[in-house]
């Protein structure tokens, strides 16, 4: 992740990502939904952002119509859209926005909607008035720093990536480098990403299920079958997830994690197979 050390001044001014920028449209998708995963042995574990449609897809198509809504009530306005893809940053400037606060976990977090938010933003020349920055919430609570598999959250506000199970599934693709063992054993049977810190906050316990359709679960993710995709070819990868956030750790890079769940339900069953 070394790439998010670059260029420091161009993410934190706007105007050096579009010239002229006035204003910033943060805006949040809600992608939480009733369903819960599949805990039968041998299933696996995905991160629920990621049980339906891919978001960049959603939400870029969505800020895509809110930049000509804007367009035709301000002629000649300038505007430029992102969704998790460019040097933006989104959380801070969520915070600014109102739109939550950054919590102990480093996730925003909505006093209506929890941590389960999906940001983009749309920079615009257009000068726009400002919203009140969202205040913390938090408070003395630390159960998302209890919760985290690997202590991950090394205190609050802080978490450091090379402990964490989501960038270890899904952002350690280098060569598709080898989880430290260590590490790997803490991952039980997630094999992309882990909402573990976002379970137990109290502020998610209370989220609404969200009326996205597109971010309804797919069966596939909500129930992955560790058995059946370990044996997936690069074909069916590619067919199964060409419109889900899976594809982005690759076939090989799943594969590796889901040889890791099988492992550690064979440690934890005694070399049980299920």
């Known amino acids: 992740m070394a790439w998010m050390t ?10 050096q990502v579009l010239p002229g920028c006035r204003s910033m449209v943060s805006v949040g998708m809600n992608y939480y939904t009733d369903n819960r995963a599949n805990e039968q042995p041998g ?16 939400m870029s198509r969505r800020l895509g119509q809110l930049e000509a809504k804007i367009a035709a009530l301000a002629p000649g306005v300038t505007t430029k859209a992102y969704v998790d893809t460019g040097p933006i940053m989104e959380k801070a400037w969520a915070q600014q926005a109102g739109l939550g606060w950054i919590g102990k976990h480093s996730n925003l977090v909505s006093a209506d909607c929890g941590s389960w938010l999906l940001l983009g933003e749309i920079l615009t020349t257009l000068d726009l008035k400002e919203d009140e920055p969202a205040t913390d919430l938090c408070g003395s609570c630390t159960l998302c720093i209890q919760a985290c598999p690997t202590g991950a959250i090394v205190e609050p506000y802080l978490v450091d990536a090379r402990l964490c199970i989501s960038y270890l599934t899904i952002e350690l693709r280098e060569g598709r ?10 991952m039980g049977n997630r094999i992309f990403g882990c909402d573990d810190c976002l379970d137990v906050c109290p502020f998610n316990l209370r989220a609404d299920a969200t009326r996205e359709p597109a971010f309804a679960p797919n069966p596939l993710t909500l129930a ?5 995709l370990a044996q997936t070819s690069e074909e069916s990868f590619s067919t199964m997830f060409k419109e889900s956030p899976i594809k982005r750790t690759k076939r090989s890079g799943l594969l590796r994690n889901v040889g890791i769940a099988q492992e550690n339900h064979r440690q934890q069953t005694g070399g049980r197979a299920s």
Do not use: C, F
């Open 43 to 58: 299933m696996g574990r995905i991160a629920r952002y990621a049980w339906g449609k891919d978001y960049h897809t959603v």
């Open 224 to 228: 992955p079958n560790l058995q059946a």
């Open 6 to 15: 670059g260029d420091p001044s161009r993410r934190s001014d706007p105007q």
């Open 177 to 186: 480098a080898a989880i430290p063992d260590e590490l790997a054993a803490q």
